[in-house]
């Protein structure tokens, strides 16, 4: 059955860069049809699904994110990593990674989170 865990800085400057890295073990982030999400829940609000992924390399972010995040992959190391520019107390949350399958609007694994607290 495939993990997924997430590792990076708890805490981050604004308008710094956040980077986080999600681990997927027993199972290829280069297989199809799987792609691969981060999904974050800042405090008191619900699940925002921010951007992919896909086996293929190909993916993209939602448009309120597209000029700041960006997904970069290691396929020797099985990991993949989400950087975000520019940061600010608002994108304080839990961070999520989690695999979905092409043409299937849900996810079947996740990581367990890890919070990540914006502030100076």
């Known amino acids: 059955q495939v993990q997924l865990q997430e590792s990076g800085p708890g805490l981050v400057k604004p308008s710094q860069t956040l980077s986080l890295t999600c681990t997927v073990s027993f199972g290829s982030i280069t297989t199809s049809p799987w792609y691969w999400s981060w999904i974050r829940q800042p405090p008191g609000k619900g699940l925002e699904w921010m951007g992919h992924i896909r086996y293929d390399g190909g993916g993209g972010f939602i448009p309120s994110l597209k000029s700041r995040a960006s997904i970069s992959r290691d396929t020797s190391k099985n990991q993949f990593t989400l950087h975000l520019t520019s940061v600010t107390p608002e994108d304080t949350a839990v961070y999520y990674c989690?695999?979905?399958?092409?043409?299937?609007?849900?996810?079947?694994?996740w990581g367990q989170g890890t919070q990540v607290t914006v502030s100076s």
């Open positions: 989690a695999r979905g399958r092409i043409a299937v609007d849900s996810h079947d694994a």
